[in-house]
């Protein structure tokens, strides 16, 4: 407020007064932004919502005992592994982080005993890979047995898709001077690209999806959302279910959290 002398004429110009000699009017700058899209979306909710929440939670929380007990159960490597991957790829590993990695430290004390002998090709690389994955210090020299007398992979592997898609995402994994890794994610990616439009889904997404990125540059949450489906294609069980709830009730956290930010 500008201040008045006693005769009532004021001694400093008013910057927003036409009556400022010399002077143009001040206009305030608006950004004209215009309204969200978004409208008040983030902010509704009712009682229903949380009453359906809450029995999501509980029926949630069931189904993560179950899965913990498929893991718990599990004796075979084999199954341990897929498993293992599944809910990985499913993004909901946090919740059985000791569980994995006490499966993960028994397949490492295997390995270093020299007890990894399998000739399968994919078991070997996802078994390589899940390790890696978490830290653990695994030769990728396990993969020389899949070699022939000339140092090139074996042709008759190009025939096995599920063991190349394996072997590719594997390959990922490699440090400096891991040249057979080099050597396993060439060989890999063009037999890959080779047979993908021959392939019948979901065996097909899966190849496109790792051709296009492969599971170590992606974003678990986002890799999740599309491995639900493929993972639906092949069967049905808790793990799916488990999966889809809890997918739904991050995205119902994140939903909260705008609605807090939006206020």
Not at 62 to 90: C, F, H, T, Y
Not at 113 to 141: I, M, T
Not at 146 to 156: I, S, V
Request: net charge negative; hydrophobic share 35%.
């Amino acid at each position: 407020m500008a201040l008045v002398s006693g005769s009532g004429h004021s001694d400093v110009p008013n910057a927003y007064s036409s009556e400022s000699s010399g002077k143009t009017n001040s206009v305030r700058k608006s950004a004209n932004y215009h309204p969200n899209i978004w409208g008040d979306l983030f902010l509704q909710s009712s009682s229903h919502d949380s009453v359906l929440d809450e029995a999501i939670k509980i029926r949630a929380e069931g189904l993560k005992d179950q899965v913990r007990r498929m893991l718990q159960n599990a004796s075979d490597p084999l199954v341990e592994m897929n498993l293992i991957d599944s809910i990985q790829r499913l993004g909901v590993a946090y919740h059985f982080e000791t569980e994995i990695e006490e499966k993960l430290k028994r397949w490492y004390d295997a390995w270093v005993e020299g007890l990894n002998d399998g000739d399968d090709l994919h078991d070997v690389a996802l078994q390589f890979r899940l390790l890696r994955q978490h830290g653990y210090d695994v030769s990728p020299d396990v993969f020389c047995k899949f070699k022939d007398n000339t140092g090139n992979f074996k042709a008759n592997l190009a025939r096995d898709i599920r063991s190349l898609l394996s072997l590719y995402e594997a390959s990922f994994l490699g440090t400096y001077e891991e040249d057979i890794l080099d050597e396993a994610n060439k060989f890999a990616r063009d037999h890959l690209q080779l047979a993908v439009h021959h392939l019948s889904s979901p065996l097909s997404t899966q190849v496109k999806l790792a051709l296009e990125l492969p599971l170590q540059k992606r974003v678990q949450r986002l890799q999740a959302r599309c491995y639900i489906s493929i993972y639906e294609e092949e069967r049905n069980d808790a793990l799916l279910e488990f999966a889809k709830l809890d997918f739904n009730m991050l995205q119902s956290l994140h939903k909260r959290e705008l609605g807090n930010i939006s206020l």
